[in-house]
């Protein structure tokens, strides 16, 4: 009861907003059908964590997702002992949480996490679909019901931070960007509330600011950045503050590109 009660919490009652841009939704059934692992490459904020919660919500699975990071261990993802009342008490990860209950794990920048701890998932996302639980000696079959979902952002790959071949090789690939204008300014609008010829000012922004890259500037602003400057603008707070604070001081502490980046949202607005 408790375990269910833990998984009801992972669920999506309501159907997320997700604007299909080629044949993910179709390819992430068709994995999820035959029991295949995912792995969703694209930039920050373009959607690849709501593309997860919109497809837990299609499959009418629960959602338990994992923020990768440096001090991420194995034991944080499959469980460990914990004392409790003087005894040694076993407390599933969420993996193993996932695996139990046949619902879906997203591990969200996989490359974050310590080489040693991603390993643990390799006989989860091949044929053997299997989780090894080395401290209680068990060894957990995932039912077919189970899905194993990672990301990352290609921007960021190093000779250090990056998928082994033999992680990446055992998933389905789907590769993200930012959508087309017409398609991000409409998602802006639906997603914030502005005008329609707002949220495409914000675009065209975002656009500029993208081509900031061979400046320094690591990456532009992301359609999540953009919906942030749109909620901003609904709920009163002037465009010029709004770029500001959600956009401008999000992207970077560099004081050039600071400048260059407010001269283009007083070109655009």
Same mark, same amino acid.
């Given at each position: 009861m408790k375990r269910n009660m833990r998984l009801e919490e992972h669920r999506i009652e309501q159907e997320p907003f997700y604007m299909p841009l080629g044949p993910e939704v179709k390819l992430a059934e068709a994995a999820y059908i035959t029991?295949?692992?995912i792995l969703l490459k694209g930039p920050t904020g373009c959607g690849k964590t709501r593309f997860m919660q919109y497809m837990a919500w299609k499959l009418d699975r629960p959602l338990i997702? #994992? *923020?990768c990071h440096d001090d991420l261990s194995t034991s944080d993802l499959v469980g460990r002992y914990l004392i409790r009342a003087g005894e040694a008490v076993w407390t599933d990860g969420p993996l193993t949480l996932a695996v139990r209950s046949g619902a879906i794990c997203y591990l969200d920048e996989i490359v974050e996490a310590r080489k040693d701890t991603t390993v643990v998932i390799?006989?989860?996302a091949d044929d053997r679909r299997e989780l090894p639980i080395e401290k209680r000696g068990?060894?957990? #079959?995932a039912p077919p019901e189970f899905m194993l979902a990672v990301s990352y952002n290609p921007g960021y790959q190093s000779v250090i931070k990056d998928l082994k071949p033999s992680t990446r090789q055992r998933f389905v690939a789907l590769a993200f960007d930012y959508p087309g204008a017409d398609a991000e300014a409409e998602i802006v609008a639906r997603e914030s509330g502005i005008s329609d010829s707002l949220?495409? *000012?914000l675009v065209k922004l975002a656009a500029m600011t993208r081509g900031l890259k061979d400046s320094g500037l690591p990456e532009g602003a992301s359609t999540r950045l953009l919906i942030q400057a749109g909620k901003l603008m609904e709920n009163g707070i002037d465009v010029r503050t709004a770029c500001n604070n959600a956009v401008t001081e999000a992207l970077t502490d560099d004081r050039e590109l600071l400048q260059a980046i407010?001269?283009?949202v007083s070109s655009v607005f």
């Open positions: 029991g295949l692992p997702t #994992v *923020s390799h006989p989860l068990e060894l957990l #079959v949220a495409r *000012s407010d001269e283009m």
